[in-house]
């Protein structure tokens, strides 16, 4: 938990210092909000285990005012009240598909997108179901601040085929749920979104 608190801490450091690098007018702010930025990386290096030269080439300094990275999902249930999921071949576990919001695109397109991308399968989406702040739910720590936005959507077309960079996709059971990728999606979440569906919830879940 301690661990958790620092990293927080070690984000917030690093957003502020991003934000003054932004608006500094003066030559000597500037170089100190510069120095306090490589020292939120160096803690943050010490945290997350990951070298202080990938942080900094990962972490480039912000032109603008630094916000909340957004990753967007899909749910998807079949006529038997299955789940859609992803494998990742990243660590091998399973999740809802979804990833990153791209520039240029709306969230729908995004989740329909990520979906067709790493299922096969085409959908629409029907409507948003849970914006989530990955800070108030017990995923593993990570440096970003992250958004999380799950849309409910529906099947159109297509078969189940894995995405060149997925390991697998199949509907699961609620009750027989896959080994999952907590840091993309936490079983409490999925029998939240699961429970809004078949209670037909038309609230939109937040924080």
Same mark, same amino acid.
């Given at each position: ?21 932004? =608006? ?9 909000? *510069? @120095?306090?930025? %490589?020292? &939120? ?63 240029? =695109? ?9 979906? *067709? @991308?790493?299922? %096969?399968? &085409? ?75 078949? @209670? ?8």
């Amino acid at each position: 938990m301690k661990e958790y608190q620092n990293l927080e801490l070690i984000k917030r450091i690093k957003a502020l210092a991003d934000t003054g690098l932004v =608006y500094a007018k003066d030559d000597y702010d500037k170089e100190r909000y *510069e @120095e306090l930025r %490589g020292i &939120s990386l160096e803690l943050l290096s010490n945290v997350s285990d990951q070298p202080l030269t990938m942080l900094n080439d990962f972490f480039m300094p912000e032109r603008d005012y630094p916000t909340a990275k957004v990753d967007v999902r899909g749910f998807v249930m079949n006529d038997k009240n299955e789940i859609l999921m992803a494998k990742e071949q990243i660590d091998g576990h399973w999740t809802i598909p979804g990833g990153w919001a791209d520039v240029g =695109y709306t969230p729908s397109e995004v989740v329909t997108k990520e979906i *067709e @991308e790493e299922t %096969g399968l &085409s959908c629409s989406v029907v409507r948003l179901l849970a914006i989530y702040d990955k800070r108030m739910h017990p995923h593993p720590p990570q440096p970003f601040y992250v958004y999380k936005l799950v849309f409910l959507c529906k099947v159109e077309n297509g078969g189940l085929k894995p995405g060149f960079d997925m390991a697998g996709a199949a509907f699961y059971r609620i009750d027989d749920l896959p080994e999952l990728s907590k840091d993309r999606i936490l079983e409490s979440q999925i029998n939240q979104l699961y429970n809004m569906v078949i @209670e037909n919830d038309k609230n939109v879940h937040f924080d």
